[in-house]
Structures are given as C-alpha cells and as structure tokens.
C-alpha cells in the first residue's frame, strides 16, 4: 500500500486569500481525519469522515473552515478568508476500522 | 474529557544509551493508547499502540512502552537509542468506542542525541 499522501506539502498565502488543501487516504480506507498542528504543540482534531459523511467536527473548526469528502475517497480542506492565526502544519490520517490512524506527510501553511 | 500529559519538553541522551519518555493520560476507563514519532517537517510515524491484553507492547525501531494501569502511564523505551532516533515524540490516547475516534495528543517530547 502507498501511504497516505497531501498536497501540496507547503503553501505561503496573504491574509484574507482562500486556500484548499487535499488528501488522499491509503486505498480502502473508509475514515479519513483532519488534524492541525502548531509549533511546539501536538496534533489537534478538527474533523473525519466515515466514507463520504462527516461524522465529527471540533469546535477549532471555525465555519472559515470546511471539509468535503464527495465520494468516500480523497478529501480537501479549504480555509476561506485565512488569518494569521491559521498558520500551521494541517495532518490528514486515514484507518480502515477505526482503530489505529495512518497519518500523511501534512500540509504546510503560512499566512502572511 | 481525555487529557494527555508528556511531562519532558526535551530530553538529552547519548548515543548508545537507554532512553524512556513519560506519557501519563486522564480518562475513566482504559483508552486505547499510541505512541507516534515525528521528524523535522515530516507527519506522524506509527510506533506502536496498546488496546488491551498484555501490557508491554513491542514496536518499530526496537521501541516497546508498558502500559500501567494503576499509574495511568503508557512510557515508552528503548534499551539504546541511535543517533536516528532523534525526533519529537508524541503519546497520543482514543476512547475505546467506535465513533468517538478522535486522537488526543501531548504536547511531546523532543528526543536530542548526543555522540
């Protein structure tokens, strides 16, 4: 299996400008995470999927943010309107029964 | 809520050595318990989790962590660490349910190797 991979890997934006990211699971994995992680922090969850429904969002996901996964395969993240504060590295892990997560390489986002 | 503790920031060892890193969590049953490893700029590597049955679990990379119940403690260990090694480590917990899967992480620890 390849593992699970997102692109693009870093992204530099201005203040205010919308930006979408994409995740593409290991194959036959049906539940897909989102993550976020600041500097010096650990990982924090913003939402996941179980095949195309969303099943879960943190209260971190600001309704700025929204997530899609449209046919239970790869997913994207966009961020509308980006703010400072939402620099940070954003992680996307898959499983195939829930239990044990596989995370991707993360995508590394600045806003200036 | 579950809550994760990793009481060292930063930990210093010498090539060669052994190395433990401390993960204490809060929850009222036995969750399901992970510890994943991360180097500069790169996502989470699994090492290795502990969901029931014997509580010395063996990993990757020759990392195994014991899981202690009545401390609320998942440590991991190495018996003698490389200078690979280094990275930042992340203990991380789950309820046991399926639809609640969301990970609750620590704020790690970052492992330095010294020659």
């Known amino acids: ?112 | 809520a579950q809550s994760v503790t990793q009481p060292d920031i930063h930990i210093t060892v010498s090539e060669g050595a052994s190395l433990e890193l401390r993960c204490n969590y809060s929850y009222g049953a036995t969750p399901y318990l992970f510890w994943y490893v991360q180097s500069p700029g790169q996502g989470l590597q699994l090492l290795l989790k502990y969901f029931s049955g014997d509580t010395l679990v063996q990993g990757i990379k020759g990392f195994e962590a014991e899981f202690k119940r009545s401390q609320s403690s998942f440590n991991l260990r190495k018996p003698s660490v490389h200078w690979s090694d280094a990275a930042e480590y992340f203990c991380a917990v789950r309820e046991p349910n399926f639809g609640n899967e969301k990970l609750t992480f620590g704020t790690g620890t970052r492992l330095t190797i010294i020659p």
């Open chain 1, 1 to 112: 299996d390849t593992g699970v991979s997102q692109d693009p890997r870093h992204k530099i934006t201005k203040r205010g400008q919308n930006v979408t990211f994409r995740c593409d699971p290991i194959s036959e994995h049906n539940r897909l995470y989102w993550y976020r992680q600041t500097l010096g922090q650990g990982p924090e969850f913003l939402t996941y999927f179980q095949n195309e429904a969303q099943l879960e969002k943190s209260r971190l996901l600001s309704d700025r943010f929204s997530a899609e996964r449209p046919k239970g395969s790869f997913s994207t993240l966009e961020i509308q309107r980006t703010e400072q504060g939402d620099s940070a590295m954003y992680l996307c892990a898959s499983s195939n029964r829930g239990e044990t997560q596989y995370f991707g390489p993360g995508t590394r986002l600045l806003v200036l």
